[in-house]
């Protein structure tokens, strides 16, 4: 049978639950990155590195809760402060001591955060640091770089520097972000040339989590150009925030950024973000006297805001990775499985394919138009291209056929590590996907992406 067979054949109860979706949800799905065709897995319990779908296959699972779970589903410290705060209350309606030791830790891991409030997303942290950026400085323009994600609303959704808009998105919406490509040069022209630009955002290793590295000193040579021009450095580290070190990016880099965003791991896999930084921009979420609330206060609300069941988890989880210990037990599996799965791209001597990564983030490109040597990642591959994991055909197959072979990989191209992981599992993922290769080894014997789904 062909890798789209088998995925059917296995998989009966989550075909059925997914056509009950197609009622209820625009596209049978609550969240893009989980639908896939011929339709998507649906999982019923996780414990640790594993996952079980309601067919009863067991997987390694990759996604962690789309990397907030660097210790692994259900942590037992995690479990028991979520368990303690479900007795005392859900929700409080009022301020909470456990919001005071929530931000005391995340202060004492990055240095540049002075103050912080919370959101209840990743999305509203990036929407609450550009309102922020540009009340503190009076100007409107946020320049943002090609790929790099930030979130789904208005003002971040178009990364691309064409004129084509987003849908449900109009001119107004986004005329005050320019987004530029990841070259200093063309970032200063512009710093140059215009006096009406409040902030740069980006992502601080590159868009997509690293799926587009940034050049080398990009991040430390673009904190010297902010500052050379007066403007305000916006570090996106909702993913890499506690994860590729305890501070993020930007303590393995040595800079600071002027505001910070954060969520995933830091609410320990609850819903939960944050805003950080310099305490003289966040100064304009305080209040004042009345000239001051009506003309420079920005107005934020949010129900779950630094809610109580996400501080507990994120107290929790944010104890037990100060030290650094779970980045770097991470970040070691993670370099394991790449080369790994390197060696089995050169074996096959498959030409734009590669894996790569940064520490516990894993990338997985295949079939790339640049055609570079097996697991050498060409750095002039576009960037859609590295986005999409290459070949979307093969990342497809790719991505049904790992699943076949006990193997859950984030949207097939890229993974996230966690303590919970063992060398056991990185060995069985190289199996499974070198089983994979040579199940896609002959393509056309594999039916095209939403072909006729089958019973």
Not at 246 to 266: H, N, S, Y
Request: charged share 20%; glycine share 12%.
């Amino acid at each position: 049978m062909s890798i789209i067979e088998t995925y059917i054949q296995r998989h009966p109860r989550s075909q059925a639950l997914f056509d009950q979706a197609q009622t209820l949800f625009p596209g049978g799905v609550t969240h893009d990155g989980r639908y896939i065709t011929p339709f998507p897995l649906y999982v019923e319990r996780c414990a640790g590195a594993r996952k079980w779908d309601v067919d009863g296959n067991e997987l390694i699972d990759y996604w962690m809760g789309h990397g907030a779970l660097l210790l692994g589903h259900g942590h037992p410290a995690i479990v028991a402060a979520v368990q303690r705060q479900m007795e005392r209350g859900v929700h409080y309606g009022a301020e909470h001591e456990l919001s005071l030791r929530w931000a005391h830790l995340i202060k004492r891991l990055f240095n540049g955060i002075e103050q912080v409030r919370f959101t209840a997303s990743g999305t509203e942290a990036t929407m609450m640091a550009l309102r922020l950026a540009r009340a503190y400085t009076g100007k409107p323009i946020i320049i943002r770089f090609v790929g790099h994600y930030h979130g789904w609303h208005d003002m971040l959704a178009r990364d691309t520097t064409d004129d084509t808009l987003p849908v449900g998105l109009f001119d107004g919406l986004v005329e005050s972000t320019i987004v530029a490509p990841t070259d200093l040069t063309y970032v200063e022209d512009i710093l140059r040339k215009r006096s009406d630009v409040a902030g740069v955002i980006l992502e601080p290793t590159g868009a997509s989590y690293g799926a587009v590295p940034l050049p080398a000193g990009f991040l430390r040579d673009l904190r010297q150009l902010t500052w050379k021009y007066g403007v305000l450095l916006i570090c996106d580290e909702i993913v890499t925030g506690f994860r590729v070190a305890p501070g993020g990016a930007q303590q393995r880099e040595g800079i600071i950024a002027d505001l910070t965003t954060l969520a995933k791991v830091m609410a320990g896999g609850l819903p939960g973000g944050a805003v950080g930084g310099r305490a003289d921009i966040l100064k304009h979420l305080a209040f004042g006297d009345a000239a001051w609330n009506q003309t420079r206060k920005i107005r934020h609300f949010g129900t779950f805001n630094a809610a109580p069941l996400a501080a507990a988890a994120g107290i929790a989880m944010l104890e037990i990775v100060a030290d650094g210990a779970p980045c770097a037990y991470a970040a070691t599996l993670g370099a394991t499985l790449v080369a790994g799965m390197n060696a089995e791209l050169r074996k096959r001597r498959l030409e734009g394919w590669a894996a790569y990564g940064d520490g516990s983030i894993i990338h997985v490109v295949a079939g790339c138009s640049t055609g570079f040597t097996p697991g050498e990642l060409d750095p002039r591959t576009p960037t859609d291209e590295l986005k999409r994991g290459g070949d979307p055909r093969l990342v497809h197959l790719l991505r049904l056929g790992m699943i076949n072979h006990g193997v859950d990989l984030m949207r097939g191209r890229s993974g996230f590590f966690s303590t919970a992981h063992t060398s056991a599992d990185v060995a069985a993922t190289i199996a499974a996907f070198a089983a994979t290769l040579d199940a896609i080894g002959e393509p056309d014997a594999q039916p095209q992406p939403g072909a006729s789904r089958q019973r």
